[in-house]
C-alpha cells in the first residue's frame, strides 16, 4: 500500500513568486491536511480538507490557500512569496474519522531566496 | 485553547539503556486521543503510539511504551533497550476539534540522541 506522497520534494523559489506543492493521500483516505514545519515556530498546522471540503484552517495568512480534488489528491498554494515562507511542508493524510492514524508524507522543502 | 508541551528540548540515552521523554498538555475535553510521533533526519514524521483517553491501560507497542496520567493530563514515553536508530526528535501531539483527529497541535519536540 503506497503512503503520502508529496511532489516536489525541493525547490527553490524567489520572493513574489508563487508556489504550488501537491499531496497524493493514501488510498481509501479522504482526509488531507497540510503542516508548516520551521525551526523558530516549530510544526503549525496549515488547513484540513476532507472530501473536497475545507474543514479546519491555521492561523495563516491568505497568500495560503489549498483544495482537494474528488481523488482525495491535495494541493497548496503559497502567493507572493516571502523568505519567512522557507519551511518543510508536510502532507497528511487519514481516514477523517476521530482517532485513526494521521500519516505523514515525507515533505516538501521550500527555499525562498 | 489547547496546548501541548515538552519540558526537554534534548535528552541523551546509552544504547540499550532506558529513556522517558515528557509531554503535558491542556485540554477541557474529556474523550480524546493522544500521539507520539518519531522525526529522523529524513524529516518524515512516524507514528510511534498512540493513547485513547478512556482507556485506562497505557499503550504498549513494542519496546515504546506511554505512562498516561489523565488527571495530570500528562502523557510521557518511554523507550525501552534504546537502539542507534532510535535516535530522532519526537513529539507530543493533541488532536484539536472534539476529539477529531483531522488537526494536530504538536508540542516543540524533544532531540533525543543514542550514546553507542
Known amino acids: 500500500k503506497a503512503g503520502v506522497t508529496q511532489t516536489p520534494r525541493y525547490l527553490i523559489k524567489t520572493r513574489g513568486q508563487q508556489v504550488t506543492l501537491s499531496c497524493s493521500p493514501i488510498s481509501g483516505h479522504r482526509s488531507v491536511s497540510w503542516y508548516q514545519q520551521t525551526p523558530g515556530q516549530g510544526l503549525q498546522f496549515l488547513f484540513e480538507?476532507?472530501?473536497?471540503?475545507?474543514?479546519n484552517k491555521g492561523n495563516f495568512p491568505g497568500r495560503f490557500s489549498g483544495r482537494q480534488f474528488s481523488n482525495s489528491r491535495s494541493e497548496m498554494n503559497v502567493s507572493t512569496l516571502e523568505l519567512g515562507d522557507s519551511a518543510l511542508y508536510l502532507c497528511?493524510?487519514?481516514?477523517?474519522?476521530?482517532?485513526?492514524?494521521?500519516?505523514f508524507g515525507e515533505g516538501s522543502w521550500l527555499t525562498v531566496v | 485553547a489547547q496546548t501541548v508541551t515538552q519540558s526537554q528540548p534534548e535528552m541523551s540515552v546509552q544504547e540499550a539503556e532506558t529513556v522517558t521523554l515528557s509531554c503535558t498538555y491542556d485540554t477541557s475535553e474529556s474523550d480524546y486521543y493522544l500521539f507520539w510521533y518519531k522525526q529522523p533526519p529524513s524529516r518524515q514524521m512516524i507514528l510511534v503510539i498512540r493513547q485513547e483517553a478512556y482507556k485506562q491501560q497505557n499503550a504498549t507497542e513494542n519496546r515504546f511504551s506511554v505512562n498516561f496520567q489523565k488527571a495530570a493530563k500528562s502523557f510521557s514515553l518511554k523507550i525501552s533497550d534504546s537502539q542507534l536508530g532510535d535516535a530522532a526528535m519526537y513529539f507530543c501531539a493533541y488532536p484539536n476539534s472534539g476529539g477529531s483527529n483531522y488537526k494536530l497541535t504538536f508540542g516543540k519536540g524533544t532531540l533525543l540522541t543514542v550514546n553507542p
Open positions: 497528511a493524510s487519514s481516514t477523517g474519522a476521530s482517532g485513526n492514524t494521521i500519516y
Open positions: 480538507y476532507f472530501s473536497e471540503t475545507q474543514r
